[in-house]
């Protein structure tokens, strides 16, 4: 099948003020069911097109319901519109169900800025895109990953002890992220970035699915060309939830967003 462009799959069709049409596309999915950033991306750029901001610079979505691949219904209303910043609820609708409810902070990115501190980041490792492995279109459990057929996700060494059933136990992957055809990241794409690596967890301990129930993004700056390094980490693993946080750096080293989620997880 033909790569898409990741401004392909997410496009969004005008119907009426603050509506919009979309389809989901059935390869950007995981055993079945849409990438969570994927759909936030949707919902990133129906914040920028109602609203006076051309960047998403923060946002927040709870997953309600997975909907299938095929059309969905966009809805974004303007909370409040602000000089530097503006505010913008998105939701994504499919036969009239809810299935997305996200928050969205809208600004613009300077291109000249340079960050003042950043001590608080991890580091973003040493592995050079070339060296990193490819991750398959199938988990070691066998669970089919459509998404990986679409997007380059490459893992580190170090980190793919868990193909062969030996995880290290830190719960900690590391790698790079590249678009179909090599398409530039900009701010909806990044949204999408920090939930594209496999679950952390899977350094841990292999599970099947593990649906994100809330994820948080913060964009940092408009990132080089070239692909993006990912370092993917899990957290804290309690109750049948996992929290994990995600670092994504440009081709500069040089960090471009962060986030967040609480995601679902069966282990044993």
């Known amino acids: 099948m033909a790569l898409r462009s990741f401004a392909e799959v997410s496009a969004l069709a005008p119907i009426g003020p603050g ?3 979309a389809a989901v596309d059935s390869q950007w999915t995981i055993g079945g069911k849409p990438n969570g950033g994927y759909l ?6 129906a914040a920028v097109a109602v609203g ?7 946002a927040s979505a709870h997953y309600l319901h997975s909907p299938d691949p095929g059309p969905v219904g966009v809805e974004a209303e303007v909370l409040r519109s602000g000089r530097s910043a503006s505010q913008v609820h998105a939701r994504m609708l499919q036969d009239g169900q809810p299935c997305v409810e996200a928050l969205l902070t809208t600004s613009r990115l300077d291109p000249a800025a340079e960050p003042h501190w950043g001590a608080g980041a991890p580091t973003p490792g040493t592995s050079r ?3 990193s492995i490819q991750l398959p279109g199938v988990t070691p459990t066998g669970v089919p990953v459509s998404l990986a057929e679409q997007v380059d996700v490459r893992i580190d060494p170090d980190s793919f002890g868990f193909s062969q059933g ?3 136990g830190r ?3 590391r790698g790079w992220l590249a678009l179909p055809h090599s398409e530039p990241f900009d701010p909806v794409s990044l949204l999408f970035a920090v939930d594209a690596f496999p679950p952390a967890t899977f350094d841990i301990e292999m599970t099947g699915w593990v649906p994100t129930l809330e994820l948080t993004v913060y964009v940092r700056a408009l990132p080089a060309p070239g692909p993006v390094r990912v370092l993917q980490k899990a957290n804290v ?14 081709s500069r080293g040089r960090v471009v967003a962060h986030g967040t989620q609480l995601a679902g997880i069966r282990l044993g």
């Open 237 to 250: 693993i309690d109750a049948q939830r996992v929290d994990e946080t995600c670092w994504v750096w440009d």
């Open 40 to 45: 936030l991306a949707v919902l990133g750029r």
């Open 129 to 131: 895109y070339q060296e």
């Open 19 to 21: 509506q919009f049409e």
């Open 52 to 58: 006076t901001h051309e960047h998403v610079i923060a």
């Open 166 to 168: 030996r995880p290290s």
């Open 171 to 173: 719960g900690e992957l």
